[in-house]
């Protein structure tokens, strides 16, 4: 039961995996009963010590899962949002969406593979599905730019989020990016206008946004699709105005495990940091061991949050739902100043 790629936090599993293949591999079959021995067939006999002794360490291995995954460090909740396994924007569509429909181009420039956009079903509300794709082999993420989406990507998701207000259809996003592709084109074309505009005018949308981190959140590159009514962050991702690298090689001048691990504490970038502060409204619980261990499973918890707060959303006239989604980011940042002669009791 090894898997190739494997998180350092995660290597007391290894064992545990062995040990289970191998209590597997001894439990013999079940007999083939004979014919008309439905008594067997019903049964299901095996061979009762290698099934018992596979089942005692299978809970084991999950009672040593959640242990791992209910206090995960920062730095290492950073690490499993990156997994290579973890389910990204297309895999979530595959599992939660109906007549997918996708679009392409930003009737600009070009298209942008970092960014997917498309009209779908998710139960039996029409959306507007846009998020960020990482892409899973080599070739895949070198296409993708890694997440790291152009100014034609945000250009691109906006036209179809205008296209969805004009027919009064909900958007759904999912981020998951480490920022904004920072290359020279990138600039020449635009990329801190696009994602400013995109920011302005999201705020202004007549139709329920609602946003979900569902790995990476870095800086201005998820907030170009991430201004919504509802903010939500599932249980292992992290959203923060930087990536701890980055911070490191500020504060620092070097990124290493020591740098990396004390900015992403002092980042506060986990999903109830971000909750704490009001950055978020939400927390996304993950099947236990991580989104990339069940995908069908992280697509459920996302599919019915989703739902919940559109049932909520649809109901608001639009310049209510456009108020509050003002409102809501205005509060951010706030801060309560005290008088002189306090800050210096």
Same mark, same amino acid.
């Given at each position: 039961?090894?898997?190739? !790629?494997?998180?350092?936090?995660?290597?007391?599993?290894?064992?545990?995996? *062995?040990?289970?293949?191998?209590?597997? %591999?001894?439990?013999?079959?079940?007999?083939?009963?004979?014919?008309?021995?439905? *008594?067997?067939?019903?049964?299901?006999?095996?061979?009762?010590?290698?099934?018992?002794?596979?089942?005692?360490?299978?809970?084991?291995? $999950?009672?040593?899962? @959640?242990?791992? !995954?209910?206090?995960?460090?920062?730095?290492?909740?950073?690490?499993?949002?990156?997994?290579?396994?973890?389910?990204?924007?297309? $895999? !979530?569509?595959?599992?939660?969406?109906?007549?997918?429909?996708?679009?392409?181009?930003?009737?600009?420039?070009?298209?942008?593979?970092?960014?997917?956009?498309?009209?779908?079903?998710?139960?039996?509300? %029409?959306?507007?599905?846009?998020?960020?794709?990482?892409?899973?082999?080599? +070739?895949?993420?070198?296409?993708?730019?890694?997440?790291?989406?152009?100014?034609?990507? !945000?250009?691109?998701?906006?036209?179809?989020?205008?296209?969805?207000?004009?027919?009064?259809?909900?958007?759904?996003?999912?981020? $998951?990016?480490?920022?904004?592709?920072?290359?020279?084109?990138?600039?020449? @074309?635009? +990329?801190? *206008?696009?994602?400013?505009?995109?920011?302005?005018?999201?705020?202004?949308?007549?139709? &329920?946004?609602? /946003?979900?981190?569902?790995?990476?959140?870095?800086?201005?590159?998820?907030?170009?699709?991430?201004?919504? #009514?509802?903010?939500?962050?599932?249980?292992? /991702?992290?959203?923060?105005?930087? /990536?701890? *690298?980055?911070?490191?090689?500020?504060?620092?001048?070097?990124?290493?495990?020591?740098?990396?691990?004390?900015?992403?504490?002092?980042?506060?970038?986990?999903?109830? #940091?971000?909750?704490?502060?009001?950055?978020?409204?939400?927390?996304?619980?993950?099947?236990?061991?991580?989104?990339?261990?069940? &995908?069908?499973?992280?697509?459920?918890?996302?599919?019915?949050?989703?739902?919940? +707060?559109? $049932?909520?959303?649809?109901?608001?006239?639009? +310049?209510?739902?456009?108020?509050?989604?003002?409102?809501?980011? @205005?509060?951010?940042? /706030?801060?309560?100043?005290?008088?002189?002669?306090?800050?210096?009791?």
């Amino acid at each position: 039961m090894a898997t190739f !790629y494997q998180l350092d936090f995660e290597k007391p599993l290894a064992e545990l995996d *062995e040990r289970i293949a191998q209590a597997e %591999k001894a439990s013999p079959p079940a007999p083939v009963p004979a014919f008309g021995g439905l *008594e067997n067939a019903e049964a299901g006999v095996t061979n009762p010590k290698g099934s018992s002794e596979s089942q005692a360490l299978r809970a084991e291995r $999950d009672a040593m899962l @959640r242990k791992l !995954y209910e206090n995960l460090s920062p730095w290492n909740t950073v690490r499993v949002a990156r997994h290579p396994d973890r389910p990204q924007t297309r $895999d !979530y569509i595959a599992r939660m969406c109906r007549d997918f429909c996708e679009l392409h181009g930003d009737r600009r420039y070009g298209e942008d593979t970092a960014i997917v956009t498309g009209f779908g079903r998710i139960g039996n509300r %029409k959306v507007l599905i846009v998020g960020h794709q990482k892409g899973k082999t080599t +070739q895949e993420k070198l296409g993708c730019h890694f997440g790291c989406a152009h100014p034609e990507g !945000y250009r691109k998701a906006l036209a179809k989020m205008e296209l969805a207000a004009k027919f009064g259809v909900p958007i759904v996003t999912l981020v $998951d990016t480490p920022g904004a592709y920072p290359g020279l084109g990138a600039e020449e @074309r635009g +990329q801190a *206008e696009a994602i400013a505009v995109n920011m302005r005018e999201m705020s202004r949308l007549p139709v &329920p946004i609602v /946003s979900i981190v569902i790995g990476e959140g870095g800086s201005g590159g998820a907030l170009g699709i991430a201004v919504a #009514d509802r903010v939500a962050m599932l249980r292992n /991702s992290w959203y923060s105005v930087i /990536s701890p *690298e980055g911070c490191a090689a500020i504060l620092w001048k070097q990124a290493n495990e020591q740098t990396n691990t004390a900015a992403a504490e002092a980042l506060k970038l986990t999903a109830n #940091d971000n909750l704490a502060l009001g950055i978020v409204d939400a927390v996304i619980d993950e099947p236990v061991g991580g989104a990339h261990r069940d &995908p069908q499973g992280a697509a459920e918890h996302l599919q019915g949050w989703i739902t919940a +707060q559109l $049932d909520e959303l649809t109901g608001l006239e639009p +310049q209510a739902l456009m108020d509050a989604r003002y409102e809501r980011f @205005r509060k951010l940042g /706030s801060f309560d100043e005290l008088p002189l002669d306090a800050a210096n009791a």
